[in-house]
């Protein structure tokens, strides 16, 4: 089975920067896609970023220009790297994984089968 952990949540100020990571462990082939996720108490899951086998990439409207998602094959980590973050980015931040040659990045939940405990982003006005 496929382990996902999510690391470098943390506090910034609005206007800062931070960098997530996500790594995944057990048995996984390199043909796998990554999405990331946010959730607020009261609110369905988002998401907000995912990377294809080929690198390729998908944002959501609210995070483009300011997040960029990347991929080391080698490690099987991927990355979200926030600049330019606001308060409404507060949010827990789930890693996703889904192993299919296939796959394709997307941003709806049921494409993924494996996930992260979550990471806690919080930014401050």
């Known amino acids: 089975e496929v382990q996902v952990m999510e690391a470098g949540g943390g506090s910034v100020q609005a206007g800062g920067s931070l960098i997530l990571s996500c790594a995944a462990s057990?048995?996984?082939?390199?043909?796998?896609?990554m999405g990331w996720f946010r959730e607020v108490p009261g609110s369905e899951r988002e998401g907000v970023a995912a990377?294809?086998?080929?690198?390729?990439?998908i944002y959501a409207d609210s995070v483009k220009g300011r997040f960029t998602v990347s991929r080391d094959n080698a490690k099987n980590i991927v990355y979200l790297q926030m600049d330019s973050l606001r308060p409404d980015d507060t949010a827990v931040y789930y890693c996703?994984?889904?192993?299919?040659?296939?796959?394709?990045?997307?941003?709806?939940?049921?494409?993924?089968?494996?996930w992260g405990q979550g990471t806690r982003v919080t930014v401050s006005s």
């Open positions: 057990g048995y996984i082939s390199r043909t796998y896609c």
């Open positions: 996703a994984v889904v192993e299919d040659p296939d796959c394709y990045p997307r941003l709806t939940k049921d494409g993924y089968n494996f």
């Open positions: 990377i294809g086998t080929v690198a390729n990439t």
